[in-house]
């Protein structure tokens, strides 16, 4: 097993390191990915195509329906860690590899694939490829996403040599998806208390993206009284404790993780703040309940200042239920493994309203993700490859 070889040639592109990983959608450090995941499919004999919304696919055998695909996606979040998402893409090349020492001549094509900006840590919009392909985000909504320094997806595809007009539901490559399995470190340590090496997604958590911002009026931090002063951080503030305490009453969780203030000087009471709050619970009534009131905290604590606050939905994900079927083959092809349910968002996820859908788990000792701590073990890693094949022998060959 060549796992460590091949993790190596990934790992310095990027960053690494104690700052993490910053591999965004469309920037250098995207294209240099894309030019790896290339040179892998290269070496294997695999043909490899770029859809129309920048999804990368590499095929063993002859593309068309029924094809059974595995991946993941290469993008990070900032300061990422290295697992999140490269294991799933090195893990299927890896496992194509098993099967082939094996002698295994799969009766469906197999597909490996990589999803776009599954982060959306570039342009605020998570799983932004398989929600184009799917249909989820509109071409015009994603054309006009736009990132910190205001350039567009549409603006930053074209700088990469991508065709941000051709974005959008994509039929042709959904028809060939017979079932989708995607295999992912474990963001959390579930499958280390239960001595477990691999495990299987039950289910994904409802989730989403709320902007809010928070308008107040800039003023000199030096000269302005109290009582005069109309500051937007202070509402916001109040509204960061509020939703920690609304998370703890409805038993999910509330993060706000990006905030944005402007004129964002020193000496400056802000004009504006623009935060954005992540909600996840186990069911979407609660989801909703928890943006409500954090919403409603957030306008309390506003008025209290004379600041105005707006809400506005990013993105919202319903509550994915892996189907029985697949999940119970796929447990059954490794002989039996625990079943989880997760907090953290996939493309499994998306793809699943369309095409059959799955996910493996390798076990995180540590539970920490989204951080340059982010781990797995080698030996873990490895397991996760033959199991990776299993299913993939199991699916392609039966």
Known sequence: MAFEREWGTLAGIGGGGAGGYHRFAWTPADLALRAWFREQAARRDMACEQDRNGNLWAWWGTPGPGAVVTGSHLDSVPGGGAFDGPLGVVSAFLAIDVLRERGVEPARPIAVVDFADEEGARFGVACVGSRLLTGVLTPDDARALRDGDGVTLAEAMRAADADPDALGRDERALERIGSFVEMHVEQGRALDDLGARVGVA??????????????????????????????????????????RGMAERFGGLATFGKVRVEPGATNAIPSRVDAWLDCRAPDETTVTRMVKEIGAAARRAAGLHDVRVEVVTESSTPLVEFGDALRDRISAALGGVPALPTGAGHDAGV?????????????????????????????????????????????ACR
Not at 207 to 227: N, P
Not at 362 to 385: I, K, L
């Open 202 to 243: 039950s289910a994904i958590w409802p989730h989403g993206r709320w902007r809010c911002t928070f308008h107040g009026v800039a003023d000199h931090a030096g000269t302005t009284r109290l009582a005069d002063r109309h500051d937007p951080m202070q509402p916001f503030a109040s509204t960061v404790l509020a939703a």
């Open 351 to 395: 793809l699943s309203a369309s095409v059959p859908a799955a996910m493996l788990f390798v076990r995180n000792p540590t539970g920490v993700s989204h951080s340059p701590a982010e781990h797995a073990e080698t030996g873990d890693c490895v397991t996760g490859v033959f199991a990776l094949a299993a299913v993939l022998e199991d699916l």
